[in-house]
T-cell receptor, first 118, second 115 residues
């Protein structure tokens, strides 16, 4: 079946502009996560959505970052007034509802969006 | 809060030999899990193996196995019979307390397999 997809794959923008990054999770996955991967900071959690619950926004680095998930499926991560330090690869992941042998559910990752802020 | 430490920035191994990638963790959760992911140069994150804290046996998935030592808080990944395609970045990660836990990742280890 189709995996997690993200668009665009690459985005170059100018400092101060807003950008939107899109994530399509695997169909039926109720949990969706955004992570950021940069050279200096490694892999950082940003935000996650679980079903209809309020999202966990504890990883968002500033109020310039926001995300929404419409209809429990597609998610958009928005970065306003981009700064050069926002340059990174933004990874989206999704995971299935609970069940099975493991109490923790494997997260399936998309290919990422490489954001470059000039 | 969870913390994952991978102390090997880079590792080298000869093709067909085994290699161990180190991972130590720190968590206050009674029940927890450890994941290993592989990230080739293409950038995708590929799930390799999972170990639950209450699993009595070390997890194995094909050529991947987990050397889980709870008392030492270590969950080292062992790759047997290394292949050139194993050259990649490897991340150890642990979720937060819930089953949908956000992952905390280690710094990663770059593995290079020599022919």
């Amino acid at each position: 079946g189709a995996g997690v997809s993200q668009s665009p794959s690459n985005k170059v923008t100018e400092k101060g502009k807003d950008v939107e990054l899109r994530c399509d999770p695997i169909s039926g996955h109720t949990a969706l996560y955004w992570y950021r991967q940069s050279l200096g900071q490694g892999l950082e959690f940003l935000i996650y959505f679980q079903g209809n619950s309020a999202p966990d926004k504890s990883g968002l680095p500033s109020d310039r970052f926001s995300a929404e998930r419409t209809g429990g499926s597609v998610s958009t991560l928005t970065i306003q007034r981009t700064q050069q330090e926002d340059s990174a690869v933004y990874l989206c992941a999704s995971s299935a509802p609970g069940g099975g042998d493991s109490p923790y559910n494997e997260q399936f990752f998309g290919p990422g969006t490489r954001l470059t802020v000039l | 809060a969870q913390k994952i430490t991978q102390t090997q920035p880079g590792m080298f191994v000869q093709e067909k030999e085994a290699v161990t990638l180190d991972c130590t963790y720190d968590t206050s959760d009674q029940s927890y899990g450890l994941f290993w992911y592989k990230q080739p140069s293409s950038g995708e994150m590929i799930f390799l193996i999972y170990q639950g804290s209450y699993d009595e046996q070390n997890a194995t998935e094909g050529r991947y196995s987990l050397n889980f030592q709870k008392a030492r808080k270590s969950a080292n990944l062992v790759i047997s019979a290394s292949q050139l395609g194993d050259s990649a970045m490897y991340f150890c990660a642990t979720p937060s307390g819930t089953s949908y836990g956000k992952l905390t990742f280690g710094q990663g280890t770059i593995l290079t397999v020599h022919p």
